[in-house]
């Protein structure tokens, strides 16, 4: 079931059974910041027209990781600029095949085809640590808290709101996903620096909105994960 969450005033989360995800938008006066765009272009016309029932200031895109399934919608917001970090457009499309494959073995090759027929949109802007965008009348900070999931992840911080968009660097409803390219040792670190930005509100990549004491939590056991001998139950 897909549905709006209010977070704050003009803070949102719109939440899909399909992976679990949980896209973000945040609205100021002047424009509004969409948060990840999903994963094909089908998918990506359904969450602009959505957005575009509680607003029709011009938007910004940020890109929170190159995973397939936070960027293969973006084509539908064009023309717009796209924020990300420097190093997130060198691994995007990496994991499309795979997926297309995946959803082909699980039945869905309606899924697999909208996917490998998605365009890649590269962001038009890119950030290394943090950058701060003005929406009009509220600002929100775009940073990299270090490795974690991925080498290039980027948190959204609505300080005015207390909300972070965590991306994948906070799952709910199931374990971090570690893949072959996070940094499972370093990921903690990441966390760390997000919690100390006192969030009231913790917005994961998938699943429902969460708070400090559950990313606490979450970090905790990335860390017991990663000091467990290779091979260790």
Not at 2 to 16: M, N, P, Q, S
Not at 25 to 33: W, Y
Not at 164 to 182: C, K, R, T, Y
Not at 188 to 201: C, I, N, Q, S
């Amino acid at each position: 079931m897909t549905r709006w969450l209010e977070l704050a005033d003009g803070v949102l989360a719109r939440r899909y059974e399909h992976l679990d995800q949980t896209l973000g938008l945040v609205v100021g006066r002047e424009r509004c910041l969409v948060v990840d765009t999903s994963g094909d272009e089908v998918q990506g016309a359904e969450f602009a027209a959505a957005i575009r029932e509680i607003t029709a200031l011009p938007w910004l895109v940020v890109l929170t990781h190159a995973h397939f399934d936070h960027h293969f919608g973006t084509r539908a917001f064009l023309p717009c600029r796209v924020w990300a970090h420097e190093r997130c457009r060198p691994a995007m499309g990496a994991d499309r095949a795979e997926w297309a494959t995946k959803f082909r073995q699980e039945g869905s090759g309606e899924l697999a085809a909208r996917l490998e027929e998605a365009e890649l949109v590269p962001p038009t802007d890119t950030l290394a640590t943090e950058v701060a965008l003005d929406l009009g009348g509220r600002r929100v900070t775009l940073l990299h808290p270090g490795r974690g999931h991925t080498d290039h992840d980027v948190a959204v911080h609505v300080p005015d709101a207390a909300v972070l968009f965590a991306g994948d660097l906070v799952e709910q409803g199931a374990p971090p996903s570690i893949g072959p390219d996070s940094h499972a040792a370093e990921w903690p670190h990441a966390l760390d620096r997000l919690l100390a930005l006192r969030p009231g509100t913790i917005v994961p990549g998938h699943g429902d909105p969460v708070d400090a004491a559950f990313v606490r939590r979450q970090r905790d056991e990335l860390s017991r994960s990663s000091a467990r001998p290779s091979g260790s139950a």
